[in-house]
């Protein structure tokens, strides 16, 4: 019986070494979880690697038509971001580009509103967009339109 218990630290022992140095020749972080944790949708890719150019110096977005983006405190979007916090957005060009995940900054009667795309469907109406805060327990209780999107979060800065 021992046997078995040195030979399932060996092995655990070898994954975490293997795990070490794949990071390090990668360059990646990775995030780990011990549990199973339920797969929730991240924001689409919208700054690929290649605009991306880091210097001792500076950083510098290769990013076209970018705004900057500022909140006020609703708590929503805790803990992603806060009013202390900034971001760069951007203008999608078409409605296929709006994905599950994505942030979102929509028009409406009472201003604009910054959340996370968490269901994407077409009606009678087009093509429509269901939004939740991160911090908030139930969705917005209306359909988001492209023709609503003010832009896309791309970045934020803490």
């Known amino acids: 019986m021992g046997w078995i218990i040195k030979l399932v630290l060996l092995s655990l022992l070898c994954l975490v070494l293997t795990s070490v140095l794949v990071i390090s020749l990668n360059n990646k972080q990775i995030p780990a979880s011990l549990f199973n944790n339920q797969e929730i949708s991240s924001p689409s890719d919208w700054v690929k690697n290649d605009q991306i150019k880091v210097y ?75 939004v939740k805060g991160d911090n908030n327990q139930i969705k917005d209780p209306f359909k988001v339109r492209f023709s609503d999107i003010k832009g896309v979060v791309i970045a934020i800065i803490y």
Not at 82 to 106: M, R
Not at 110 to 124: L, N, P, S, T, W
Request: charged content about 35%; aromatic content about 10%.
């Open 56 to 130: 001792k110096d500076k950083v510098i977005l290769e990013v076209k038509k970018a705004t900057w983006a500022s909140f006020t405190d609703t708590n929503s979007m805790d803990p992603l971001f806060d009013k202390d916090s900034n971001a760069l957005e951007i203008v999608p060009e078409k409605e296929e580009d709006v994905n599950v995940g994505d942030i979102v900054a929509y028009q409406t009667a009472y201003g604009v509103i910054v959340h996370r795309v968490v269901e994407k469907g077409e009606d009678e109406d087009g093509v429509y967009f269901l």
